[in-house]
């Protein structure tokens, strides 16, 4: 008599999904985010998915009021700590909504400071734009610099106009659509400085006493997606407008250990075991040292690619996490694109498609990203570029 299939016996099936595990396709994941995910951290999730540190149960049906959770909460806020040598006159939160969810929270909790209720916005690309346009909903936003017609540069500090009856002043550490960066904390003459580092969190040191809030949504260096880190100065506390979500009041939340309500416990807990890597794997530093490294290997190549890669960002505010380029010519030929982005999928290279709203190709070298992943693109755009580059562009 055959057996049914899901009949068959556990041990058989645990060694027919371990072979199924031992024939994964070798896939580079060069996505914006969610992003890859250190392959350690991956397996350990996977040996701990069913059954949680010996309890008997997975962290995804764990209470967030037991006491195995609180100290996953407990260890990931030390582990952040150290990592970032963050003082003890800030908090650590952990929430939901997102980046996104940030650009309302922050005006509704700290616009409020100052009589006046306004603040100071850089605007360097898509999600600084998006923030202020948020905040203008809450009180007066005042836009420090001239407007841009693209976004390609960080405007000339002379040219910012900083208004001191602004609450706070906002900025974008790492505009994931367009590849700038900031590689400097702005000067705010004793303002209070609020950035959002959702997308080059944790890949160098910081000096976190030099802001009043940080935020940044995990699904890009630190974690999956579900979570966002928010550190707040104790003294910007209480101070949320009455119009203020309870479940966005950073007091309220601050105040329950960020268990108001139920948190996302499977994402704080990934959290954790991608702070652990980070730490074990020389820190901060050690971070900026590879994001460096993988970075200037494609900058590189367009670079010495005589136009025919071309990353329209200057070269004094180019992203080491999210690198735009176009080929084959200045706006980018779409058809030569496609052939670049149907090949390299081929060869195992995925999520390398600009962002809907710039086009081209986007490559995005997260903390995970390794150094060996970035070669094997390196080489591809090499190849591709000895293949098709037209004869009047080489030397």
């Known amino acids: 008599m055959k057996t049914c299939s899901h009949t068959r016996p556990l041990w058989l099936q645990h060694s027919e999904s371990t072979v199924h595990a031992m024939e994964k396709k070798n896939t580079i994941n060069f996505g914006a985010g969610p992003a890859k995910l250190p392959p350690s951290v991956l397996l350990q999730a996977q040996n701990e998915l069913l059954d949680y540190s010996g309890i008997g149960i997975s962290v995804l049906e764990m209470s967030h009021r037991s006491a195995d959770f609180t ?17 003890e006159n800030y908090k650590i939160l952990f929430l939901q ?33 998006k ?48 590849g700038v960066e900031f590689n400097f904390i702005p000067d705010t003459k004793d303002m209070v400085i609020v950035s959002d580092m959702s997308s080059n969190f944790l890949s160098r040191p910081l000096d976190v006493s030099k802001f009043g809030l940080i935020f940044a949504g995990a699904q890009k260096n630190i974690g999956c997606a579900g979570v966002t880190v928010v550190i707040v100065r104790e003294d910007l506390l209480g101070k949320a407008l009455k119009e203020c979500p309870i479940v966005l009041d950073y007091q309220v939340q601050a105040g329950n250990n960020s268990l108001y309500n139920t948190p996302p416990c499977f994402s704080i807990y990934i959290m954790n075991l991608v702070l652990e890597w980070i730490k074990n794997n020389g ?7 590879l994001s460096q490294k993988k970075s200037s290997l494609i900058y590189d190549i367009i670079n010495s690619s005589n136009g025919f890669y071309s990353c329209p960002v200057d070269v004094d505010c180019r992203s ?41 190709i ?14 094997v693109l390196a080489a591809y755009m090499k190849e591709f570029l000895k293949d098709h580059q037209p004869s009047e562009m080489k030397n």
Request: proline share 4%.
């Open 71 to 87: 100290k996953i909460v407990n260890t990931t806020e030390n582990l952040l700590r150290e990592l970032l040598n963050i003082p």
């Open 320 to 360: 080491r996490m999210n690198i735009p380029f176009r080929l084959g010519k200045g706006e980018g030929d779409e058809a030569l694109e496609k052939l670049f982005l149907d090949k390299a999928s081929k060869l195992g290279m995925i999520s390398l498609k600009g962002h809907r709203s710039v086009g081209g």
């Open 131 to 178: 923030a202020a346009k948020e905040a203008e909903k809450y009180g007066k936003v005042n836009v420090v610099h001239p407007k841009l017609d693209k976004y390609t540069s960080i405007p000339d500090k002379s040219s910012w106009s900083l208004n001191p009856s602004a609450s706070y002043v906002y900025y974008c550490c790492n505009e994931t659509v367009h």
């Open 362 to 375: 986007r490559a995005s070298l997260y903390n995970a990203v390794t150094l060996e992943d970035t070669e």
């Open 97 to 129: 909504g997102g980046g996104t969810g940030q650009f309302s929270a922050v005006p509704l909790n700290l616009i409020g400071l100052k009589e006046d209720r306004c603040a100071d916005y850089v605007v360097t690309g898509a999600w600084s734009a």
């Open 283 to 289: 820190g901060t530093e050690a971070m900026e040292k």
